[in-house]
């Protein structure tokens, strides 16, 4: 699978967005900058958006770990990559 960075506008405060698609199911698992508040990981299943959640942490490297169990999963359950961007 030819997996290259998605053209998706992407802003200075988003550092990591995967998009995750499950048949005709499109999810969003991403990480920005929080300013003083510190990481968001935000999900969006595309599906249903008032389902969508925020997590906040204080270090970078919790959110990373908690966007690569949340990736994780979905990849157990079935989920592909369809799209990603980075900064």
Known sequence: MDMTPSPMTNTKSDMVRWQLRLRNRL?????????????????VPHFNVRKGTVEIYQDLVSALQRHAAICSRLRAEGWSISSYTTS
């Open 27 to 43: 999810l969003t698992c991403g990480i920005t900058k929080s300013g003083a508040a510190g990481y968001s990981v935000v999900t």
